[in-house]
């Protein structure tokens, strides 16, 4: 009898830990490269943050901490990727293997910040925020940046509030959610 409460018991414990692995949490998600190509071959729609901005700046201006802020006071998850100590060849390579066909402009992501993926590929283009032309901004790195060099962090909520006008006016599900 006693077997049978702990096998049940076990049982229960695996499902719950199987349930909670699939699901990301709100704020801030790190991946790792190979974690990130999964994501775009499972054409997965989600909100995209890359750079390749050495360590010690991101640390020192709160880069990932802005976003992960951002991201929760929007009540999303998001992902983020650093590109630090890839070659520009790789992350040109990039750019142009996951680029949605549908956008004017190419991803770069080393520069083009936070950026939506729908249905495995970045929407990058640069055309116009306003919603009746279907198209979003990128929201470009070196704007999260003020005149007096302070991190900008409502550069963070602008971004994602496009963003998620953007997938709502056009009926876009994020996948990763």
């Known amino acids: 009898m006693r077997k049978k409460y702990i096998g ?5 414990f695996l499902l719950f830990l199987l349930s909670a692995c699939g699901k990301p949490e709100e704020g801030i998600n790190e991946l790792s490269l190979k974690e990130l190509k999964e994501k775009f071959d ?6 995209l943050m890359t750079h390749a901005i050495e360590d010690e700046e991101v640390k020192k201006r709160e880069i990932k901490e802005a976003y992960d802020a951002s991201l929760e006071r929007a009540g999303y998850p998001g992902f983020y990727v650093s ?3 890839m070659e520009e060849k790789e992350i040109e390579e990039l750019g142009e293997t996951f680029n949605n066909p549908k956008s004017s402009s190419t ?3 080393d520069e083009d910040g936070i950026v939506l993926v729908e249905n495995g ?3 990058a283009d640069a055309a116009s925020s306003s919603l009746s032309q279907d198209s979003i901004d990128i929201w470009v790195l070196n704007e999260w940046i003020t005149e007096d060099g302070a991190l900008d962090r409502d550069w963070f909520d602008e971004g994602i509030k496009d963003i998620l006008e953007y ?11």
């Open 121 to 123: 590929s970045v929407v």
């Open 167 to 177: 997938t709502q006016y056009l009926n876009i599900n994020l996948t990763s959610y």
């Open 107 to 109: 991803w770069d992501p």
């Open 83 to 85: 590109l630090q100590g």
């Open 8 to 12: 049940v018991s076990i049982l229960l």
């Open 42 to 47: 499972n054409n997965e729609t989600f909100i």
